[in-house]
Nanobody
Framework: QVQLVESGGGLVQAGGSLRLSCTAS????????MGWFRQAPGKEREFVGG????????YYADSVKGRFSISRDNAKNTVYLQMNSLKSEDTAVYYC???????????????WGQGTQVTVSS
């Protein structure tokens, strides 16, 4: 089992940047592929991007491709989401999630953090 804690959310102006972190408990972090998701008010949770267990493969939703990037440091049990050129439509609660296999499907992730709010003002 793994527990996930996100941090780094906040209020930023459109065009700005934020970096979210997600730190996992336990000693098996490198066994998990990681994903980032977000949920805006009144909308379903949606996939943002994911990273393989080694960090060698990353993949993104079209809506964030070229603006967001995911990385991980297995020695620190942490995955990051670097968000650049933020837009008002990026406003949401952002969640990290862990799964044994890489996936963009919400239902395939077994472990979730509590979320961190990102608000982009226009």
């Amino acid at each position: 089992q793994v527990q996930l804690v996100e941090s780094g959310g906040g209020l930023v102006q459109a065009g700005g940047s934020l970096r979210l972190s997600c730190t996992a408990s336990g000693r098996t972090f490198s066994s998990y592929a990681m994903g980032w998701f977000r949920q805006a008010p009144g909308k379903e949770r949606e996939f943002v991007g994911g990273i393989s267990r080694s960090g060698g493969i990353t993949y993104y939703a079209d809506s964030v491709k070229g603006r967001f990037s995911i990385s991980r440091d297995n020695a620190k049990n942490t995955v990051y989401l670097q968000m650049n050129s933020l837009k008002s439509e990026d406003t949401a609660v952002y969640y990290c999630a862990a799964n044994f296999q890489s996936s963009h499907r919400t239902r395939e992730y077994d472990y979730w953090g509590q979320g961190t709010q990102v608000t982009v003002s226009s």
